[in-house]
């Protein structure tokens, strides 16, 4: 069974950073595609960043230069580093890998 918990998020000022750490039960992050993806209240979920396991990475246009995805091979964890962040990156961060979901991280940034 997959599973996948995320960790990291908090409460920040705008243009700070956090790092954001998924860590995968069931699963080898370096032989499969992650994704980190983010709900704001009222919105729907988006894509943020993908890593494939070859490591070439996707970001959305609003984070791109921002935000950085990386995998730890030995610690099977996927992490996103945030940085110069903005009240609009306020949302819960999710991890997905094989049709698996975590329950999310709250990130929150304040002006």
């Known amino acids: 069974q997959v599973q996948l918990v995320e960790s990291g998020g908090g409460l920040v000022q705008t243009g700070g950073s956090l790092r954001l750490s998924c860590t995968a039960s069931?699963?080898?992050?370096?032989?499969?595609?992650v994704g980190w993806y983010r709900q704001a209240p009222g919105k729907q979920r988006e894509f943020v960043a993908t890593?494939?396991?070859?490591?070439?990475?996707s970001y959305a246009g609003s984070v791109k230069g921002r935000f950085t995805i990386s995998t730890d091979n030995a610690k099977n964890t996927v992490y996103l580093q945030m940085n110069d962040l903005k009240p609009e990156d306020t949302a819960v961060y999710f991890c997905?890998?094989?049709?698996?979901w975590g329950r999310g991280t709250q990130v929150t940034v304040s002006s």
């Open positions: 997905h890998s094989l049709g698996t």
């Open positions: 069931g699963i080898i992050f370096s032989n499969n595609f």
């Open positions: 890593i494939t396991s070859f490591g070439t990475t």
